[in-house]
């Protein structure tokens, strides 16, 4: 199973981090051993002071796909999640700044929080879907995928023309604004609509 993550797929995140806008959807990758297990609290590593929540929208691919067309892409998912695309903020931004590729800083193991999945049509239109993050019970992250500048259809035709596509793969869609470093004794939920879909302990 492999991860696949989309970058600056939010105007407003975009600016927050002072980005240039794309031309064409971000991709990076995340390995499998990323995934922090279910139940599992989070531990901030000893390599970043900076640690940051990016909270995303995801889709579960059930079948092998490649060069798949967008009318045909929502044939290839079922489920959607939400999750956190933790980030060690310090440490990309140095290898950002060398030209060097993010990996360390998003790859490391628990860097990648895949809450429960729901079958798609308990959402209604994905391409108005609510979400957000709360941490502490304060709301820190709101974003709608209608505000994306890729919508989810658009993302699994192009990441296939690259990346063959396959069952269980897991496509992370991108952080509207509002990351920020998170504490050890943090809490984090994730609602898509008013369904709770994750909830972890920072640690
Ligand atoms: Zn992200």
């Not at 509207?176 to 008013?194: F, H, K, M, N, S």
């Amino acid at each position: 199973m492999k991860i696949i993550c989309i970058g600056r797929n939010y105007t407003e995140h975009i600016e927050e981090l002072e980005n240039e806008k794309p031309s064409s959807p971000v991709i990076f990758m995340k390995p499998d051993s990323a995934v922090l297990p279910k139940q599992q609290d989070f531990y901030i590593p000893e390599f970043s002071k900076d640690v940051h929540h990016e909270v995303e929208v995801l889709v579960k691919i059930k079948k092998v796909g490649k060069h798949i067309n967008e009318r045909f892409a929502h044939k290839y998912y079922d489920e959607v999640s939400l999750g956190i695309d933790f980030t060690a903020r310090d440490l990309q931004s140095q290898l950002k700044a060398k030209g060097l590729p993010w990996e360390k800083a998003k790859g490391f193991d628990g860097a990648a929080v895949i809450g429960k999945w729901h079958p798609k049509e308990e959402f209604g239109d994905l391409d108005n879907l609510d979400f957000r993050l709360l941490r502490n019970g304060d709301p820190v992250q709101h974003g709608n995928t209608s505000l994306m500048l890729w919508k989810i259809d658009e993302l699994i035709a192009y990441v296939s023309t690259f990346f063959t596509l396959k069952k269980g793969d897991v496509i992370f869609t991108g952080t509207p604004a509002g990351v920020g470093r998170v504490q050890a004794e943090d809490r984090l939920t994730g609602y898509i609509q008013e369904k709770q879909i994750f909830d972890i302990n920072i640690k």
